[in-house]
């Protein structure tokens, strides 16, 4: 079955850097467009990245010139570079593939 598993969250500093990773298994990863979703407490879930076949990517405006998303294929994993980090980055962080998601991994920005 689709498993999707997220790692790489915590507590860190404003202006810090974290790199999240979601290892991928039970589709054909290489030719699966695959993307990050957030979820801050109380709000409901955004579009934070996304990357397609061929390395293609996408950006919320919030995360421009911040984040990068990029893949792995041969280790089935989608990767998302988080840098210069705000206390609003705050959220639960979720790997998507179409209608599949992870358990998500908890970030947070405080100091």
């Known amino acids: 079955q689709v498993q999707l598993v997220e790692s790489g969250g915590g507590l860190v500093q404003p202006g810090g850097s974290l790199r999240l990773s979601c290892v991928a298994s039970?589709?054909?990863?290489?030719?699966?467009?695959m993307a990050w979703y957030r979820q801050a407490l109380g709000k409901e879930r955004e579009l934070v990245a996304t990357?397609?076949?061929?390395?293609?990517?996408n950006y919320a405006d919030s995360v421009k010139g911040r984040f990068t998303i990029s893949r792995d294929n041969p280790k089935n994993t989608v990767y998302l570079q988080m840098n210069s980090l705000k206390p609003e980055d705050t959220a639960v962080y979720y790997c998507?593939?179409?209608?599949?998601w992870g358990q998500g991994t908890q970030v947070t920005v405080s100091s």
């Open positions: 039970g589709f054909a990863f290489s030719i699966s467009t």
């Open positions: 990357i397609r076949v061929g390395g293609w990517t």
């Open positions: 998507n593939r179409g209608t599949e």
